[in-house]
């Protein structure tokens, strides 16, 4: 059974701080690692998607690493500002039973200061 | 924008009574919608996957009689939470696969928050 653990549980940093989020799996066996920020009472918002055959994807002022031999990712946030304060959640999918599920890490919650 | 709506927003509703949530893919076709449930300060927890025209695939633990799931479209999904108890006060997102965007990327709603007084 997969397993997704996300530390830390809680992050707060300055503004500017260049800062970064792990996610680990349990299961190599992945199609995918998708990231993505839920703002309070909010649903979630998709941040990056590396597939199984890349190593990392960039968007704007993110990139997300895999490492899938070791079961790792990691979320690198640069010049961090306050607006980037949610709660990232990593999320892999496998290949369950032939349906495509999404395992959940319980994320983790960054807050920056300005 | 928005690729994934949901309404309502927010519902409270009296102990019994049943109530419905809607899911739309905006100007996309889903090829699969899934409803997930997420307590305060937990992470979601998925409640069934539903392709379009099939019944839905409940997980375990899910009763299906009570949380009623219909995909009539490539563009919407229903879930309805029948004889609605307290316990089911929670915050409802659905999510979908999209048809021509990256295969396995999932979209998710802005998701509808249940009290049930």
């Known amino acids: 059974k997969q397993e997704v653990t996300q530390i830390p549980a809680a992050l707060s940093v300055p503004e500017g701080e260049n800062l970064v989020l792990n996610c680990s799996f349990t299961d190599s066996a992945i199609y995918n690692l998708q990231w993505f920020r839920q703002d309070p009472g909010k649903g979630l918002t998709s941040l990056l998607l590396i597939q199984s055959s890349q190593r990392e994807q960039t968007s704007g002022r993110l990139n997300a690493s895999l490492d899938k031999s070791s079961g790792r990712s990691t979320l690198y946030i640069a010049a961090s500002q306050p607006g980037d304060s949610a709660t990232y959640l990593c999320?892999?999918?496998?290949?369950?039973?032939?349906?495509?599920?999404?395992?959940f890490g319980k994320g983790t919650k960054l807050t920056v200061n300005p | 924008g928005a690729v994934v709506s949901q309404h309502p927003s927010w519902v409270i509703c009296k102990s019994g009574t049943s109530v419905k949530i809607e899911c739309r893919s905006l100007?996309?076709?889903?090829?699969?919608m899934f409803w997930y449930r997420q307590f305060p300060k937990q992470s979601l927890m998925l409640m069934a996957t539903?392709?379009?025209?099939?019944?839905?695939?409940?997980e375990q633990g899910v009763e299906k009689d009570k949380f009623l799931i219909n995909h009539a479209s490539l563009t919407l999904s229903t879930l309805t939470v029948t004889s609605a108890h307290p316990e089911d006060s929670s915050f409802y997102i659905c999510s979908a696969l999209i048809a021509g965007r990256p295969r396995g990327e999932q979209y998710f709603g802005p998701g509808t928050r249940l009290t049930v007084t």
């Open positions: 999320a892999v999918r496998g290949t369950q039973g032939g349906s495509e599920k999404l395992v």
């Open positions: 100007d996309f076709q889903a090829t699969t």
């Open positions: 539903s392709n379009e025209g099939s019944k839905a695939t409940y």
